[in-house]
């Protein structure tokens, strides 16, 4: 463990709670953060696939992109928000539905990916031309400034980092938030609403980094503590660590931004071609369009892929893939599945080899072990689509 | 039969010139559910501090260092299939290795049972 001083990092408004609840902190995207509570990893991530776990994300970037000229109501200004935007990413965001939220990426002028991020197009009528934006925390600044300098004059960016940024997951996550936004029930995976609680108002989107259903919640520091406290009342809901929620988004083929996902790795590399809607495709338009669309029609040198190690130890970051002897490629994120019960991986390897199925050695302490390629996710998603 | 402890939370129960050694509760308790525990073959031979065995949580990989200088008489082959042994009896049923001890006399530069719980409680 990184023996860090905790005195220079940031704390998010939930950490008088971690600290409460026993947690171990470690210093994550320069917080200090819970990697986990006195439960352990293993049990948080069973948990969290069987009842409702409660994470705290509020070391992540939300924002707001507004038009420099305000919001309206009308599709025309979430069209010229979103134009805005599209300069930047290769997703279509002018397709957005009111209250539809999409993940897409960041992209350099090379078509690498610089971050992950989901982009909302608001529900509300009277609140077109602003997109909600949540980015990583790690690349927070990063993004801001890309945003700020990319569309300056054009819209202002309202970061929304000062207040409670949660994520319930779990089966039961629709039924413990249902007691107090009845709404959300209605909600299908990536849709978003404003909704007031006691007079507060919160984003609540229909998404997650687990594979299961849930909610990502956005309120001020006061009602978001507020809330997160009366959730964790609740017998089925516990408080879920960043170990945990590493192992859940790994069975879930979910990428981590700086271990799957880096400025020299394409979105067609990193099988995120599907952010890449059709519009775009035909229109291009986005920084390092040439390759992306090349890669679209040729197919890319390298893949990420799902890695499912045939004995018992895990692979970690790092680790060489071998197949004949040769190097192939390499493992960008590994460890152990609780929910697969078995190690699992995901890396990258040369196209040829990236089929399903194809028997790989991964050398681990010097050793080749055996595993092959596997289809993500190591567990079905149950999104609620 | 005595029982000594390092500053990296291995013990060693010894018996004459040999040893049984594993990871100390403390260790299990940092390191969280343990799911995979590499051990070395029998017959294989270590220094004081050299790395024999590794651990594995679901969170990451942690070395187990050589108390003592020797060679691998058994190892504990039931840990292969049970790692979660290694949470739930480190200092017992979940021991790692039997050892030959090549120098004996290596044991006064570890710590005894009470001077161990102190260096635990300062951590």
């Known amino acids: 463990m990184a023996e860090t001083s905790t005195e220079t990092l940031r704390r998010t408004a939930l950490h008088p709670l971690h600290v409460e609840y026993g947690a171990k ?15 352990g990893v293993k049990e948080e991530h069973l948990w969290t696939r069987t009842q409702a776990g409660l994470f705290d994300v509020s070391h992540m970037g939300p924002c707001f992109l507004t038009l420099a000229g305000g919001t309206r109501r009308g599709a025309e200004a979430h069209e010229e928000i979103a134009a805005l935007i599209e300069t930047l990413v290769p997703s279509d965001i002018k397709g957005l539905k009111p209250g539809q939220a999409r993940l897409t990426v960041l992209l350099n002028d090379e078509g690498g990916i610089l971050d992950d991020l989901i982009i909302t197009r608001p529900y509300e009528e009277d609140r077109q031309g602003e997109l909600y934006i949540v980015v990583n925390g790690a690349m927070k600044a990063q ?10 004059g054009k819209a202002v960016l309202t970061r929304a980092d000062d207040g409670v940024l949660f994520a319930l997951q779990g089966p039961k996550a629709e039924i413990v938030l249902g007691a107090y936004f009845p709404e959300c029930t209605g909600l299908k995976f990536m849709e978003s609403r404003r909704l007031v609680l006691d007079g507060e108002t919160f984003v609540v989107s229909r998404c997650g980094y687990t594979g299961e259903d849930g909610f990502e919640v956005l309120g001020s520091a006061a009602a978001g503590t507020a809330l997160v406290r009366l959730l964790l009342d609740d017998p089925c809901v ?12 790994l069975e879930a083929g979910l990428c981590l931004y700086g271990h799957d996902l880096a400025p020299d790795i394409s979105p067609v590399e990193a099988d995120l071609a599907w952010v890449i809607q059709k519009r775009r495709r035909e229109t291009g338009g986005f920084p390092g369009a040439a390759r992306i669309l090349r890669e679209l029609k040729d197919g890319p040198a390298r893949k990420r892929v799902g890695i499912q190690p045939l004995e018992r130890a895990p692979a970690r970051e790092g680790t060489e893939v071998y197949v004949d002897g040769a190097p192939v490629g390499l493992v960008t994120s590994g460890g152990f599945g609780p929910s697969v019960d078995a190690p699992v991986a995901m890396g990258y390897v040369a196209a040829a080899q990236a089929a399903p199925g194809t028997k790989i050695d991964l050398m681990v302490r010097g050793k080749a072990r055996p595993a092959e390629i596997a289809q993500l996710p190591f567990i079905p998603a149950r999104y609620k689509r | 039969m005595t029982t000594y402890y390092t500053k990296d939370h291995e013990w060693i129960r010894v018996d004459g010139d040999t040893g049984t050694v594993g990871i100390t509760a403390y260790a299990a308790g940092q390191l969280g559910d343990v799911v995979y525990v590499e051990l070395p073959e029998t017959g294989a031979k270590f220094a004081r501090g050299d790395d024999f ?59 005894d049972e009470a001077a161990y719980a102190a260096f635990c409680k300062g951590l």
């Open chain 1, 143 to 152: 993004d801001w400034g890309i945003f700020e300098t990319a569309l300056a």
């Open chain 1, 238 to 249: 516990r408080p879920i660590g960043l170990g945990a929620r590493d192992s859940l988004r």
């Open chain 2, 53 to 111: 065995a590794v651990v594995e949580s679901v969170k990451a990989a942690s070395d187990v260092y050589a108390p003592v200088s020797g060679a691998v008489l058994e190892v504990n082959s039931a840990l292969t299939e049970a790692p979660e042994k290694v949470s739930e009896a480190a200092e017992s049923e979940a021991w790692f290795v039997r050892v030959k001890l090549a120098d004996t006399s290596e044991l006064s530069e570890l710590m």
């Open chain 1, 25 to 39: 902190l470690v210093a994550f995207a320069g917080y200090d953060m819970p990697v986990q509570f006195p439960a």
